[in-house]
């Protein structure tokens, strides 16, 4: 080998090591919306809903017209499509715990929610986290365990974040080549053991408030950014057995999908399957004067637009 090969070699793998490849998210997710769901047959599938909206996807498969593109492989993030169509008799979890290595969360991220909690804009997004047990299905009950039950329980509608591959370190430039797809949450929360000195200590506590089984329900449909860009205006809501209690717009993010992934991933790496949380915005319980708790029974529906919905009945145990 010549001394300009060698040269050209040497320079080569320096600069793939200080470059790293960034491929972009068409090149490992092929389809558009996502959802698990069972065929007529009673099998269980991944595929493409056959829609123009996710927001049309539970009123069609309850009307027994939802067609949906088949695809195949182990879990929602290893998927290749293939020629089936066939119709959605149910839609079944998206995400189960198992498929999610850990679910983080950004707090006060809303700058009317900011102002509604009375606290000082962050310089940095506020960051705690939930268990894989926490995630729950669009349509499942939440279970109240009794020491929540005690005029504590909030809502918190959010946008949610699933992080397609592995990546640390992720420049803000780079971050949507991670996400696999946005989906619509509610972060319940048990307000005493987060903020009560009685309960909580001199400093407000997040992870045990919030990170309870089954209290990170999640939508059906994941929709990727080839939809939705980077879900920085689309309008979320928040309902309690009917009554709208959050109305806001994402564009009130303080910090956006991509600064939250280039400031999460710093010196740690998001795993694939990942789902991060980012904010709710204002009309939480806790805000209200007086405050308003969720009691056994109630439903909390929260619909993001081009998401769906995410609908949960409150349970006491």
């Given at each position: 080998?010549?001394?300009?090969?060698?040269?050209?070699?040497?320079?080569?793998?320096?600069?793939?090591?200080?470059?790293?490849?960034?491929?972009?998210?068409?090149?490992?997710?092929?389809?558009?919306?996502?959802?698990?769901?069972?065929?007529?047959?009673?099998?269980?599938?991944?595929?493409?809903?056959?829609?123009?909206?996710?927001?049309d996807v539970q009123t069609l498969v309850d009307q027994g017209s939802l067609?949906?593109?088949?695809?195949?492989?182990?879990?929602?993030?290893?998927?290749?499509?293939?020629?089936?169509?066939?119709?959605?008799?149910?839609?079944?979890?998206?995400?189960?715990?198992?498929?999610?290595?850990?679910?983080?969360?950004?707090?006060?991220?809303?700058?009317?929610?900011?102002?509604?909690?009375?606290?000082?804009?962050?310089?940095?997004?506020?960051?705690?986290?939930?268990?894989?047990?926490?995630?729950?299905?669009?349509?499942?009950?939440?279970?109240?365990?009794?020491?929540?039950?005690?005029?504590?329980?909030?809502?918190?509608?959010?946008?949610?974040?699933?992080?397609?591959?592995?990546?640390?370190?992720?420049?803000?430039?780079?971050?949507?080549?991670?996400?696999?797809?946005?989906?619509?949450?509610?972060?319940?929360?048990?307000?005493?053991?987060?903020?009560?000195?009685?309960?909580?200590?001199?400093?407000?506590?997040?992870?045990?408030?919030?990170?309870?089984?089954?209290?990170?329900?999640?939508?059906?449909?994941?929709?990727?950014?080839?939809?939705?860009?980077?879900?920085?205006?689309?309008?979320?809501?928040?309902?309690?057995?009917?009554?709208?209690?959050?109305?806001?717009?994402?564009?009130?993010?303080?910090?956006?999908?991509?600064?939250?992934?280039?400031?999460?991933?710093?010196?740690?790496?998001?795993?694939?399957?990942?789902?991060?949380?980012?904010?709710?915005?204002s009309g939480v319980g806790m805000g209200r004067k007086p405050p308003v708790?969720?009691?056994?029974?109630?439903?909390?529906?929260?619909?993001?637009?081009?998401?769906?919905?995410?609908?949960?009945?409150?349970?006491?145990?």
């Open positions: 080998m010549s001394t300009g090969c060698r040269y050209f070699s040497t320079s080569l793998l320096l600069w793939i090591f200080t470059h790293p490849i960034h491929l972009g998210n068409r090149a490992t997710m092929s389809w558009q919306r996502l959802i698990r769901f069972e065929d007529e047959a009673g099998q269980e599938a991944f595929g493409e809903p056959i829609v123009d909206n996710a927001d067609v949906v593109k088949v695809f195949t492989g182990e879990g929602p993030f290893d998927l290749q499509p293939t020629s089936r169509e066939v119709k959605a008799k149910k839609l079944l979890p998206l995400l189960y715990p198992r498929d999610v290595p850990i679910v983080k969360c950004i707090g006060l991220n809303y700058t009317a929610h900011i102002k509604e909690a009375g606290r000082t804009p962050p310089p940095y997004p506020s960051f705690f986290v939930k268990p894989r047990g926490s995630i729950a299905s669009h349509d499942e009950d939440v279970p109240i365990p009794p020491i929540c039950q005690n005029d504590q329980v909030d809502w918190e509608g959010e946008l949610s974040i699933v992080i397609g591959r592995d990546g640390k370190n992720i420049r803000k430039e780079d971050a949507l080549a991670y996400v696999a797809g946005y989906v619509v949450s509610n972060d319940v929360s048990a307000r005493k053991w987060q903020r009560d000195p009685a309960y909580a200590g001199g400093v407000p506590q997040w992870c045990f408030s919030k990170g309870f089984d089954k209290w990170a329900p999640v939508g059906a449909v994941l929709v990727s950014p080839r939809v939705v860009g980077k879900a920085d205006n689309l309008r979320i809501r928040t309902f309690v057995d009917g009554e709208t209690m959050q109305d806001s717009s994402t564009a009130d993010l303080r910090f956006d999908v991509e600064d939250i992934i280039a400031f999460v991933s710093q010196g740690t790496t998001l795993e694939k399957g990942t789902v991060i949380m980012t904010g709710t915005p708790y969720l009691q056994d029974g109630q439903v909390v529906e929260v619909r993001i637009e081009q998401l769906g919905s995410v609908k949960n009945r409150m349970k006491f145990e």
